[in-house]
Every structure is written in structure tokens, then in C-alpha cells.
């Protein structure tokens, strides 16, 4: 019976990164150490692949990034923070929640969510 349940429950995390397309615009609530705010991110996903672009607080930027799994991951460049790198986990396919590295400003985590 245990092998059952533990079955279900990886065919239903793998049937979601499967099924991940995590093309389209995506916000994210930010907390970091040294604040908190909104960052909207519009990604197109090809193949393990992602690109696109950061709009937040620290301007705009090019986005590239990867997602293997249920596991994903982004950056982008700014001249205020430096390298900024976002690590998380997919949650469902219109969500994601992980920790965001923003260079000089700081650590925390973010919660997306598929507009």
C-alpha cells in the first residue's frame, strides 16, 4: 500500500514538471533583508531553456534561465545589484517559490504566480 501512495504521488510531481511550459508573465512577491516588492517577469520557455525579461524596482533586464524538473532557475544583470539569481521549485503549473539572491541588496524569497 505504501508503494502505491508513493507511486501516485511521484507520477502526479512528474506528470506537473512534464506538463511545465513556463512561457508567460509571471509576478513575483519578493521578500528580502532589505525590503520587500513586486518583480513581473515575462518568460518563454524552449526546450530546458528560459529567456526573457525582469521589470521590478531595479528597472528592466534580459532574463535567461533554466527549468529541469520541478526545479527552476533565472538570472539577469542590473548596474544597481549586480547579478541577481532566482532558485526555486515548481508548485503547481502556475506556481513557483524558491530564493532570490539579489547581488548587493540582499537575500530572501519570492512567491510567482502565472498572470
Request: charged content about 20%; hydrophobic content about 40%.
Amino acid at each position: 500500500m505504501r508503494i502505491l501512495i508513493a507511486l501516485a504521488l511521484f507520477s502526479a510531481a512528474a506528470s506537473i514538471a512534464a506538463a511545465a511550459d513556463l512561457s508567460g508573465t509571471w509576478t513575483a512577491a519578493v521578500t528580502l533583508d532589505a525590503g520587500s516588492g513586486t518583480a513581473t517577469f515575462v518568460l518563454k520557455q524552449s526546450g530546458d531553456r528560459l529567456t526573457g525579461t525582469y521589470s521590478g524596482t531595479l528597472g528592466e533586464a534580459k532574463v535567461t534561465g533554466r527549468i529541469n524538473g520541478d526545479a527552476v532557475e533565472w538570472s539577469f544583470e542590473t548596474e544597481d545589484a549586480g547579478t541577481v539569481k532566482y532558485s526555486g521549485a515548481l508548485k503547481s503549473p502556475n506556481k513557483i517559490e524558491g530564493t532570490a539572491a539579489y547581488g548587493s541588496v540582499g537575500k530572501g524569497t519570492f512567491v510567482a504566480e502565472r498572470k
